[in-house]
């Protein structure tokens, strides 16, 4: 699959950790730091534009580490980037800790993932009775 990239500058383009990586982490286009104050959210942008096969969209997903360490998530994970979209890539970072989170210029902050998309067609029809039904929420119980 191949991405059509317009970055502002080589120092943002998306990097793969490893021969086997899903994602491709995406670096903050920042000129000063932001601080994500616990309970906030803050738009950071990525420097990147794409343009991709009308049959894909991008993911754009949180970083476990960020997550597990610091508590920072993509608020709207994952974030979907249609292949229609030709605007610079942001990243909706929260802030689910207690303590301030600083994002410095070049840190990497998510990581996109390429997924195939399906269109669906839609039909009105009665739906059909299962043994489950309607019973969800946690209904199973725990263990």
């Known amino acids: 699959?191949?991405?059509?990239?317009?970055?502002?500058?080589?120092?943002?383009?998306p990097v793969y950790q490893s021969s086997?990586?899903?994602?491709?982490?995406?670096?903050?286009h920042i000129s000063t730091s932001v601080t994500i104050k616990p309970m906030q959210s803050a738009l950071i942008p990525t420097g990147l534009y794409t343009e991709f096969s009308p049959d894909y969209?991008?993911?754009?997903?949180?970083?476990?580490?960020?997550?597990?360490?610091n508590q920072i998530a993509v608020l709207n994970s994952p974030g979907t980037i249609d292949a229609d979209y030709r605007g610079e890539i942001g990243v909706i970072l929260m802030n689910f800790g207690?303590?301030?989170?600083?994002?410095?210029r070049g840190?990497?902050?998510?990581?996109?993932?390429?997924?195939?998309?399906?269109?669906?067609?839609?039909?009105?029809?009665?739906?059909n009775k299962t043994s489950?039904?309607?019973?969800g929420f946690g209904?199973?119980?725990?263990?």
Do not use: C
Request: no cysteine; net charge positive; hydrophobic share 45%.
């Open 107 to 127: 840190d990497r902050i998510a990581q996109m993932v390429v997924v195939r998309s399906y269109v669906a067609t839609f039909t009105i029809d009665k739906i």
């Open 139 to 143: 209904s199973t119980g725990m263990k």
């Open 132 to 135: 489950r039904d309607i019973q």
């Open 1 to 13: 699959m191949q991405i059509k990239l317009s970055p502002i500058s080589e120092e943002f383009i």
């Open 98 to 104: 207690q303590n301030d989170f600083v994002v410095n």
């Open 57 to 69: 969209h991008i993911e754009i997903r949180s970083r476990s580490g960020l997550a597990l360490k």
């Open 20 to 28: 086997q990586s899903a994602g491709a982490d995406l670096k903050a």
